[in-house]
């Protein structure tokens, strides 16, 4: 248990004592710019500013764009997170920084922010990993996470199946996409519709309306040898290859194309495939827990089917708010917090910002 003993700064200076440790989070892999504040476990501010509308004629993020959306951002978004958490920063204990995964331009952004910081106001810095913050979110919402759990983590950057004993120190990949992340294929079916960029939201409100067994689209990687080289991989290259051409086929023929039946055939091949591998690498491993994490884990559908096909199994599903599900400070800030109560040795202050930041790796 963290005690305020541990909060010495790297110069040695004392920060004041309570018993949990305040911790401001920044988070800038992507087009998101997060600025949390948590006490512990308790979330104080979670303040986002996000650079989405500037990316969507493009129909996805462009890393210059990000970089300089984050920089103009970053200093009203701390303020913002500090009036409403109502502390100053001299109070916070600590400071914590996506290092990576992400693209590059905009982890540094986040984590010169934080260095700045963490030299200014003389607090420990960590530098730690995004996949596991989107983890270690959970615990603002529904308190300690179970160890060890299965995590299910899918956004437009990542999809992967994760082993995680302790969300400080040990997080093991089982699985990940070999293609497109889940939500990538949610915005490149989204544009193929001619819905709005970020697809998922759009499909989600399309598929409402429309039947999810009106086309039997491909689940990837779920039979045959695919099953034994890639049990707890996902492929969705060949499921939007295969709504494409569905929709070039309907274009063609003149009728109009089904959005809201398209929408839901397709959610419901990707929820498919989501849940039956979690439940399987689940009960592979005797895990009894399994969290949702990231963008898509704020589809309506995914969370309908594996808390259905969870709970059939005897198995816990847990998912965060979809606010804490998206990119955000919060969880960073959440991960900062757990590496400071559990004695975690803190980062150098000439951390790298990684792009490539393996999952294994969850603080620097
Ligand atoms: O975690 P996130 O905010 O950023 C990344 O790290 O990528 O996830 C964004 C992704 C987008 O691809 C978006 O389309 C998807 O999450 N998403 C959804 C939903 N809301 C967001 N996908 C499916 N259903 C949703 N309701
Ligand atoms: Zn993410």
Same mark, same amino acid.
């Given at each position: ?7 010495? #700064?790297?110069?040695? $200076? ?24 948590? *006490? ?5 501010? !979670? $303040? ?20 300089? +959306? ?14 409403? =958490? ?7 204990? /600590? ?10 331009? =905009? ?9 700045? *910081? ?5 607090? %420990? ?25 299965? =995590? ?29 992340? /889940? ?20 499909? !989600? ?5 429309? &039947? ?29 290859? $295969? ?6 086929? @309907?274009? /063609?023929?003149?009728?109009?194309? %089904?959005? +809201? ?12 495939? *989501? ?25 309506? @559908? ?11 199994? #005897? ?13 955000? #400070? $919060? ?21 790298? =910002?990684?792009? &490539? ?8």
């Amino acid at each position: 248990m963290w005690s305020p003993r541990l909060s010495v #700064g790297h110069n040695g $200076a004392v920060a004041h004592a309570t018993s949990e440790p305040l911790v401001l989070g920044i988070e800038t892999s992507c087009d998101e710019t997060g600025v949390g504040i948590v *006490l512990g476990r308790t979330l104080l501010a !979670d $303040a986002v500013a996000s650079s989405v509308e500037e990316h969507a004629r493009f129909g996805g993020v462009v890393p210059e764009v990000a970089s300089r +959306a984050h920089l103009e951002a970053m200093v009203p978004t701390i303020e913002r997170a500090c009036s409403t =958490a109502g502390v100053a920063l001299r109070d916070v204990d /600590a400071i914590s920084v996506t290092a990576g995964p992400g693209l590059a331009g =905009a982890l540094l952004v986040g984590v010169a922010a934080a260095k700045s *910081l963490a030299l200014a106001l003389e607090k %420990p810095l960590y530098g730690v990993n995004h996949l596991a913050a989107h983890v270690a979110v959970d615990q603002l919402e529904h308190g300690p996470l179970p160890e060890p759990c299965l =995590a299910l983590l899918v956004s437009g950057g990542h999809s992967s199946l994760l082993r995680v004993a302790d969300v400080t120190s040990s997080v093991e990949p089982m699985g990940s996409t070999i293609d497109d992340a /889940a939500g990538e294929a949610f915005d490149k079916v989204a544009r193929l519709l001619g819905l709005g960029f970020p697809g998922g939201p759009h499909i !989600d409100r399309a598929a409402a309306s429309g &039947s999810s067994v009106a086309i039997d689209f491909p689940r990837g990687l779920t039979s045959g040898r695919d099953v034994e080289r890639h049990r707890f991989d996902f492929s969705f290259s060949g499921l939007k290859t $295969a709504v494409a051409r569905w929709v070039q086929a @309907r274009e /063609a023929s003149g009728e109009p194309v %089904p959005v +809201a039946d398209v929408a839901a055939s397709f959610q419901e091949a990707v929820c498919d495939v *989501l849940t039956r591998k979690a439940i399987d690498a689940a009960l592979t491993e005797g895990i009894e827990d399994i969290l949702i994490g990231g963008g898509v884990a704020a589809n309506s @559908r995914l969370r309908v089917l594996a808390e259905e096909r969870a709970s059939a199994r #005897g198995i816990r599903v847990r998912v965060p708010r979809p606010g804490l599900c998206t990119d955000n #400070g $919060a969880m960073v800030a959440a991960l900062g917090a757990e590496m400071v109560a559990r004695g975690r040795v803190a980062s150098a202050l000439d951390l790298p =910002a990684d792009s &490539s930041m393996p999952v294994t790796q969850v603080l620097v």
